[in-house]
């Protein structure tokens, strides 16, 4: 078994295969509800290590196929290799898969994760790497200094998703509640002088967000990648058009997981992104990056 093992470790992780034939081939012979409760650590990109446990959905696909959201990931390492000294926010770091390529490259990491077991998690892969750039922040983000309920699925096989938004799982439980401040704030708080990346992943409380952080987005004029989730509209009054109106001349772009579609068993990874002005929430989830248009130039090799 071992041996299938490394060979289907081997295929999946192979990304110029369409997701689709790599997704198939791990359900098949290693699906998740079969996987056992095992810790790993193994090696992750270029020059990391993380760990996990094959039990948790996330983790599980870490394993098996070498991270999770690959093109986030690709667009991260991108702008941070490519800007010197560059100061990232981690917003909802969760277990701190995206804080770990951000610190690869960047001068400093903010990152934002209020819940304490997944927090934890981020911190110890931080420290697995030797990373000294990354500071921890016990709070959410959004535009009022506040502590709000907050909600989990404990018995969910991703139990590292949680959410602001009562709701956004139907499934999900209150476990008290957890403290959110404004971005702004905490830009001038620690005499943030400049900001190039801000990833954002809050399961619907994106729009709260990113009014909190507006005046240094368009004071910084950083990337910002960020989901739009089917709570991000459905459970406030918020629509498309607030989000665009806190960006100042800046350009949207979706992100199509698995990249360009090439022959019939292939895809082009280094294509995924597609410029839109349509935040659609047919889907459980997008993923947009809003580019400032003076910076587009870092995009253009993802063109779809």
Do not use: W
């Amino acid at each position: 078994m071992k041996i299938i093992e490394i060979i289907v470790k081997f295929i999946a992780s192979k990304r110029f295969l369409r997701g689709k034939i790599r997704s198939f081939l791990v359900k098949l012979l290693f699906p998740l509800d079969k996987e056992p409760d095992k810790e790993f650590l193994i090696p992750f990109r270029k020059h990391m290590v993380i760990s996990g446990n094959r039990k948790i959905a996330q983790e599980h696909a870490i394993y098996f196929y070498g991270c999770y959201e690959e093109q986030e990931l690709d667009l991260i390492d991108a702008i941070t290799e490519k800007t010197d000294n560059s100061i990232c926010f981690d917003i909802g770091a969760n277990t701190g898969q995206h804080t770990l390529v951000m610190a690869k490259n960047s001068s400093k990491v903010y990152a934002f994760e209020p819940f304490d077991a997944v927090r934890e998690t981020a911190q110890r892969r931080v420290s697995e790497n030797n990373f000294d750039n990354v500071i921890f922040l016990d709070s959410g983000l959004g535009n009022k200094n506040v502590e709000l309920p907050f909600y989990i699925d404990e018995e969910s096989s991703n139990n590292a998703m949680g959410s602001f938004i009562k709701g956004h799982d139907e499934l999900a439980k209150n476990i008290g509640s957890l403290q959110i401040r404004i971005g702004d704030e905490l830009v001038d708080q620690f005499s943030i002088d400049r900001l190039d990346l801000i990833k954002i992943d809050v399961e619907g409380l994106e729009v709260e967000v990113l009014e909190g952080l507006s005046s240094s987005i368009n004071r910084f004029r950083p990337f910002v990648i960020f989901e739009i989730s089917y709570s991000t509209f459905d459970n406030s009054d918020y629509n498309e058009d607030d989000i665009k109106s806190l960006f100042e001349k800046y350009q949207f772009f979706s992100i199509k997981k698995g990249g360009r579609p090439k022959f019939i068993f292939f895809t082009n990874t280094k294509r995924f992104l597609i410029p839109t002005d349509n935040f659609s929430t047919q889907d459980v989830t997008y993923n947009i990056v809003a580019a400032p248009e003076e910076k587009t130039g870092f995009v253009k090799e993802f063109l779809y």
